[in-house]
């Protein structure tokens, strides 16, 4: 019986008794950025004796999660509207911009496609992101910057709105889709499988990363450094690194 | 306090839990929005798609299901061959699989770079981005929790039922329609009930294989997904409608089968 009595207790004492870790920091950073992070979170973790989780997902779920009071300490989104959002609604620090990124077309790397203008004939599958989330906006941004029936006839070939870049991307190296809007970084880190189409200049969106610290952080002070290390730290090296351009 | 009642006390401690931590969530979704809300957010083109959408999608899959898995839950109840428990594990292992496995193991194996993709692509048959591909990933991960429970059903069917039929002269095929489904009736009902629940439900391996898009393959789950994000309510609301649904299954599997049929569902 006695021993029965402690499995309870410590099955119980398992989930509600934490120990004391070392501090931990939640970073929530948008898809794009997984490869760039996942190579200096851990190292700044090691510098400060801290514990760096990072989670990835589409910038617009992170802020919505952030808005229902995840525990989260640093945001850092792939535009700057979605930080300016919750910073005017006191949920993040003023946010700062730290890096920037190509919006480019990518296509399989044996694909015929070289223009944008080859996405308005009929049967060319492409995949975007879904309006809600960053890549999304911008694609939807580029595309009406197109004369409207070459921007019609590319919408009409839409095939799928993916909830964040990363699925973009598996779409197009499934070779599920012929082509699909995402960030130069993305196209480069899906090794030789894709195909990164540079686009005109004047359909070229600005493509700008905006952090900040969450207002209900539970370490504010590391998480300021790390926002900081973003422009100037291991971090900016490793965002670099990836291919993102500096802060403009 | 005797050892007995600090036991009982346990119980009644962990089940008053249990019931909080499981129900707190659900009823969470109702809370945050009256009736008319709900109502008003479904409204929207893009709800009413994605329900119409899971409701094709569901009823297709659900009869690929009975039509294929009865006839197969039929041999491997009434049969006994080498290998037999292999098949059954095999064909139970998508219910322990995750969503994501499911998704990339359809796209290995059904997608455009699986391992039959070349020759469902020469047949002229679309998967990715259509909803045929949503009827594949529903089937592939409901089906196990009907053929289960089938087998279960045809299993515990009184053999000399069938017996009597066979000597009576009607041939297998006849007293498997005239007496076999009828007798294993309550029990088949329960499985697609099961599997109903979990194809409305199943999200990753739809997202990962088929995509999303609206009024195609953005069926209630997914669409409750994008629109966490930009409009909460609204994802409230197909959420209530889910829940609502799904708890009808539930009732529906327990007035048919008196409560017991959920006794022996898997997990």
Known sequence: ?248 | MTRRAWFSALLVVCLAAALTFLTLPVVAIFVDSTPGDLIASLGEPGALDALWLSLKATAASIAIILVVGTPAAYLLATRSFPGRAIVVTLIELPLVLPPAVAGIALLASVGPSGVLGGAIDAAGIELSFATAGVVVALTFVASPFYVRQAVAAFAAVDRSLLDASRTLGASEAHAFLRIMIPVALPGLAAGTALALGRALGEFGATLMFAGSFQGITQTVPLAIYDRFSTDFDSALALSAVLVAVSAAILLSVKLVRGGEALGIAPR
Not at chain 1, 19 to 25: H, V
Not at chain 1, 70 to 85: F, I, Q
Not at chain 1, 195 to 204: F, G, H, N, S, V
């Open chain 1, 1 to 248: 019986m006695k021993r029965v009595w402690l499995v309870v207790l410590l099955s119980i004492c398992a989930g509600a008794c934490g120990s004391d870790d070392p501090e931990r920091l939640v970073v929530s950073a948008a898809s794009s950025m997984t490869e760039a992070l996942e190579k200096c979170a851990p190292r700044f973790g090691d510098a400060d004796d801290a514990e760096v989780r990072l989670s990835f997902a589409g910038s617009d779920e992170l802020a919505a999660q952030i808005r229902q009071g995840a525990k989260v300490d640093v945001y850092a989104a792939a535009n700057t509207r979605l930080p300016d959002e919750l910073h005017a609604d006191d949920l993040l620090t003023q946010p700062v911009e730290f890096a920037t990124n190509e919006f480019v077309l990518a296509v399989p790397k044996d694909s015929d496609i070289d223009s944008i203008e080859d996405l308005t004939r009929e049967r060319t599958p492409l995949v975007v992101g879904s309006e809600s989330v960053p890549i999304g906006a911008y694609t939807r941004e580029t595309l009406a910057r197109l004369p409207s029936d070459q921007e019609k006839a590319i919408l009409a070939n839409v095939r799928s709105n993916e909830p964040d870049v990363k699925g973009i991307v598996g779409k197009l190296t499934q070779g599920a889709a012929d082509a699909g809007f995402v960030y130069m970084t993305d196209a480069t880190a899906a090794g030789g499988a894709l195909k990164a189409i540079e686009l005109p200049a004047k359909l070229q969106p600005q493509v700008t990363y905006g952090a900040g610290v969450v207002s209900k952080a539970d370490q504010p002070k590391l998480a300021q450094r790390f926002v900081e290390g973003l422009t100037d730290g291991d971090c900016a090296g490793a965002l670099e690194d990836a291919g993102f351009g500096p802060a403009p």
